[in-house]
């Protein structure tokens, strides 16, 4: 069952409606909702990993454990630690020409917060906002992926069951559920998807003046330094690739390296591949693509790059043809020879394509990713302490990892967002809750103070008053 925009209209109404009536829940409320939350999760752990297994066709539930569940959890458990600091307002003294007056900043929450949710990762990028949305005190509206239909059911029959209708309601359908869901006047909404699509939803947000958060995507390239201990980088570079079968918005989406080392890179991808996923085409811990669409587009993009000159290395210790034993299941591949005209160096790839580009200096490499839209995650492979800050002055990203994937994402003293066409604004803990909360600046006059020296008419004591002002600012 679908809903409707009538549907929706009435479940955010209920929503504002629940809001208003207690416009400032104090901490036990938010923790009580968190707590609901964590039990959830941890009630539903079984169901919840049947369910993305079933819509990916394959998802190993060791990878939704570890890179859904996991994060989900610690989320909640980082907000529960926190929370109530993050709630207290920040008080100081005014400037000098102010004093004795204070100032604070009161966190309050915005009012209700939609959240839009992708498919590849349908658990963790539900809840991770979810945490956030409501560790500030804002009451919460989801919209999930049809193109996990199992799960979306699933997470909206549970929200349902464990929390109230004003405080979390979830939605499911299609593009156009989804279309309506975006032009609701949302106190701020969250989309986390493609660019192409984030425009769209930009677009039907700025109707309505709502403030939003776009986590996108793009191509996010790993440079592998001159100083980088090799083995290690290609291992690490494999594993941020290689989970979930690429469909990962910060996953490595190219890899930079020196030219001498294009051949042994290739050479030790083959044997860490075969290693991490032996026997490709029967090993279940090896995800399948999410849908026959998706698997088309990534195998056009490989086809496309070998018919224009670039070649394939097909990674792992699958048998030939192995891409069509099991359904949608495309084993890992790394393109040599490729070039900025081909489709897959234009188009985020969210599959198991790794594309190589040489580089004759490490300048060069920096140059070609700032010749090219600010990505949503970077990663270096180096030593050197003087390189590594070359880099990263001489960059723009939405995070960085040093010699390491993806792991930046999960840190909770870190936001998480991208710059440019890979996103605006970012979330995750402290940061996620300033996101969904105002800031109220609260200027608070002292009984006795000297404003009135500079009240009109405007005479000599008023020039001298105004003078000390302007030399001491």
Known sequence: MTDSATDLSQRLQLLRTAQRAEPMPDWPARAARLRTLEKMLLE????????IHADFGCRPREETDLLELFPSLSAIRHALGHGRRWMKPRRQLAGLAFLPARTELRPQPLGVVGIIVPWNYPLYLAVG?????LVAGNRAMLKMSEFTPRFSALFAEQVARCFQPGEVAVATGDAAVAQAFSALPFDHLLFTGSTAVGHHVMRAAAANLTPVTLELGGKSPAIIGPGARFEHAVERILFGKLVNAGQTCIAPDYVLLPRSQVADFVTAARAIAGRLYPRLDENAQYASIVSDRQYRRIAALRDDAVAAGARAETLGDAPAGADNRLPRRLPPVLLTG?????????????????????????????????????????????????????????????GVTINDTLYHIAQHGLPFGGVGASGMGGYHGETGFRTFSHLKPVFRQARFNGVGLLNPPYGARFRRMLGLLLKRG
């Not at 539903?44 to 369910?51: G, L, V």
């Not at 990505?375 to 390189?387: G, K, N, T």
């Open 338 to 398: 490729v070039d900025d005209s081909m489709s897959v160096m234009q188009e985020e790839i969210f599959g198991p394509l790794l594309p190589l580009v040489p580089y004759d200096n490490l300048d060069e490499a920096i140059a070609y990713v700032t010749a090219h839209p600010h990505p949503l995650a970077l990663y270096l492979f180096e030593q050197d302490h003087a390189l590594i800050d070359r880099v990263l002055a001489r960059t723009l990203a939405g």
């Open 44 to 51: 539903q752990r079984e169901a919840f990993a049947a369910a």
């Open 129 to 133: 906002p979810l945490v956030d949305a």
